[in-house]
């Protein structure tokens, strides 16, 4: 260990005194740096979401409590309950589960899916196949999803 003069230890040959003044000299930010920009967002119709996909989400009791989605979160998914909807909050909530750039993969269609159709583990089975109108409607209204 090197000892300073004025008796304080030196630091890779610079002086405390130096290190303090480099350390005041810093400054943090206030707010942290702005996102960047450029990436494109994929909108879906809310219209065609009340009109096509609620009711199929309601009709397979997805928003049932208990291990069902309605009234909290279970996974990565809330619904708010059967006999307290909120149509906006699903929406919000049912958008995230989209994959607007392969419709097919989105979470939202491939958990309820029977497996042996293609879907992935989930506890209930709300479309047997692909083909069920439930399956259709959901998948049409992601192809009809935008990116801007």
Same mark, same amino acid.
């Given at each position: ?6 008796? %304080?230890?030196? &630091? ?9 003044? &480099?350390?005041? =000299? ?8 702005? $996102?960047?920009?450029? +990436?494109?967002? /994929? ?5 065609? /979401?009340?009109?096509?996909?609620? !009711? ?7 928003? #049932? =409590?208990?291990?069902?989605? +309605?009234?909290?979160?279970? =996974?990565?998914? $809330?619904?708010?309950?059967?006999? *307290?909807?909120?149509?906006? /909050? *699903? ?6 589960? @989209?994959?607007? #750039?392969? !419709?097919?993969?989105?979470?939202? &269609?491939?958990?309820?899916? #029977?497996? #042996? $159709? +293609? %879907?992935?583990?989930?506890?209930? @089975? ?6 069920? !109108?439930?399956?259709?409607?959901? &998948?049409?209204?992601?192809? *009809?999803?935008? /990116?801007?």
């Amino acid at each position: 260990m090197h000892v300073h003069p004025a008796g %304080g230890p030196a &630091l890779a040959g610079i002086s405390l005194g130096a290190v303090l003044v &480099l350390v005041s =000299g810093c400054t943090t930010p206030t707010d942290p740096p702005a $996102a960047p920009g450029g +990436g494109r967002t /994929f909108t879906l119709d809310y219209a065609s /979401f009340s009109t096509s996909v609620e !009711p199929v989400i309601t009709s397979r009791g997805c928003d #049932a =409590g208990g291990d069902c989605h +309605g009234g909290g979160i279970r =996974g990565t998914l $809330a619904l708010s309950p059967a006999g *307290d909807k909120d149509p906006v /909050f *699903d929406f919000e909530q049912l958008s995230l589960q @989209v994959d607007g #750039a392969d !419709p097919e993969a989105s979470p939202l &269609l491939r958990k309820p899916l #029977a497996e #042996a $159709a +293609g %879907g992935t583990p989930h506890g209930y @089975v709300a479309f047997t196949s692909t083909d069920d !109108p439930g399956y259709q409607a959901i &998948l049409a209204w992601i192809r *009809d999803g935008v /990116f801007e």
